[in-house]
T-cell receptor, first 113, second 117 residues
């Protein structure tokens, strides 16, 4: 049972444009969401997170939007840069505990020149 | 962000031997560490959760006698793959959670690629 889903396995965006990566979840108990970036043969790098009490969190070029009623979150990267090319994973957890993360299947972003 | 070091980054071993992977939190004390496994083009699958000084909690389907986890200090956890076989070949990644400002954020090591011949 895939509780966190990223339905787009890949995405190609031109440099300077906006990249939008989507993530859906089914478990309404999740109340904390994170995005990680991963290069091949490396561990994931934390990018940005959002609590369920918010609907938006922004950090530089990265903005995460949360729509609880739709159980959907998205990561916006603007402007996209070639160095952003990587696999992006969304993850969900429960606050208040050192709880395990449930990862999505990942979206491979390629930023072209 | 917090730094997590994982060693070795790549190991090749013969079938039947045991391999130990270390995971260290370098600049914070990790109350909890997690071990994941990733197959090619798939997501990260949690194997086990370890808390300092106590036994690890394994996910369903993970053999605890095969994947031995020790979390002896707040900065070090080890995963030992015992009697490794080719089907154990995979990418193993650890993460650490320190609480406090790192609430709900897990910081990951660089991963270990295990190849069992």
């Amino acid at each position: 049972d895939q509780q966190v889903k990223q339905n787009s396995p890949s995405l190609s965006v031109q440099e300077g444009r906006i990249s939008i990566l989507n993530c859906d979840y089914t478990n309404s108990m999740f109340d904390y969401f994170l995005w990680y970036k991963k290069y091949p043969a490396e561990g994931p790098t934390f990018l940005i997170s959002i609590s369920s009490i918010k609907d938006k969190n922004e950090d530089g070029r990265f903005t995460v939007f949360l729509n609880k009623s739709a159980k959907h979150l998205s990561l916006h990267i603007v402007p996209s840069q070639p160095g952003d090319s990587a696999v992006y994973f969304c993850a969900a957890s429960y606050t208040g505990t050192a709880s395990k993360l449930t990862f999505g299947t990942g979206t491979r972003l390629q930023v072209t020149l | 962000g917090a730094v997590v070091s994982q060693h070795p980054s790549w190991v090749i071993c013969k079938s039947g031997t045991s391999v130990k992977i270390e995971c260290r939190s370098l600049d914070f004390q990790a109350t909890t560490m997690f071990w994941y496994r990733q197959f090619p083009k798939q997501s990260l699958m949690l194997m086990a959760t370890s808390n300092e000084g106590s036994k690890a909690t394994y996910e369903q389907g993970v053999e605890k006698d095969k994947f031995l986890i020790n979390h002896a200090s707040l900065t070090l956890s080890t995963l030992t793959v015992t009697s490794a076989h080719p089907e154990d070949s995979s990418f193993y990644i650890c993460s650490a959670w320190g609480g406090g400002e790192a609430k709900n954020i897990q910081y990951f090591g660089a991963g270990t690629r295990l190849s069992v011949l």
